[in-house]
Each structure stands twice: as C-alpha cells, then as structure tokens.
Nanobody, 126 residues
Framework: HVQLVESGGGSVQAGGSLRLSCSLS????????MGWYRQAPGKEREGIAV????????AYRGSVKGRFNISRDNAKETVYLQLNSLRPEDTAMYYC????????????????????WGQGTQVTVS
C-alpha cells in the first residue's frame, strides 16, 4: 500500500524560500517517477518537477527551472522540493505524486497519469 505524505508548506514573502518534503511508504524498492504537482485557485494543475529514482534523473517545468530543485534522500525514503526565489504566482496547493513502470525520459510528460498522490501542502507567497 503506497502512501505519500507531504509537509513543509507555509506562507512566505516574495523572494523567500521553502522546502517541501514527501515521505514515501509502501513500494520503496522499485524505480519510480516521483514528482510535484501544483494547483492554484482557478487554474489548471501543472506538474512542475520530477525525479526518476533509478537514476536520479530530474526534469522541471520551464516556469520553475532554476528556482526549484527536486532531490531525494534514499535512507529516509523522502523526496524534497526546494523552492527558492518564490513569487506570488507560485501560490498553490502542492502535491507529491508517484508512479511505477515508467521510464526516466517520460516522467515529466506523463505526470498527469500518475496513480499515487499525497494530500497536498499549501504554499502561499505574498
């Protein structure tokens, strides 16, 4: 039984930083695409960053590239999203997502098809 539990959201001023964490339980042995989705009120959800756990390959949406960084701690079975240089338009609910059976090059493109989601953590930038 796969579970994803996010933490680390909050309120911050523009230009500030936050670190989101996603703890994975269940299938932690097989290589997975893991990533972060966000959805702002009145906007479509968007996948913003992924990591393929087998090779640590990462990919980012253009709007966050250079500002956000996704990483993984194998020992803690946790994926992190470091959010830097935050902007008001980054305000959204951020969800950790994961899936298995995909290849690294497809992790970002296929993020909308992932089967496992966390409950979300709110990020507010003012």
């Amino acid at each position: 039984h796969v579970q994803l539990v996010e933490s680390g959201g909050g309120s911050v001023q523009a230009g500030g930083s936050l670190r989101l964490s996603c703890s994975l339980s269940g299938n932690t042995k097989d290589s997975a695409c893991m990533g972060w989705y966000r959805q702002a009120p009145g906007k479509e959800r968007e996948g913003i960053a992924v990591i393929y756990t087998g090779t640590e390959t990462t990919a980012y949406r253009g709007s966050v590239k250079g500002r956000f960084n996704i990483s993984r701690d194998n020992a803690k079975e946790t994926v992190y999203l470091q959010l830097n240089s935050l902007r008001p338009e980054d305000t959204a609910m951020y969800y950790c997502v994961a899936d298995w059976g995909r290849n690294a090059p497809n992790c970002l493109a296929q993020i909308s098809d992932y089967n496992y989601w966390g409950q979300g953590t709110q990020v507010t930038v003012s």
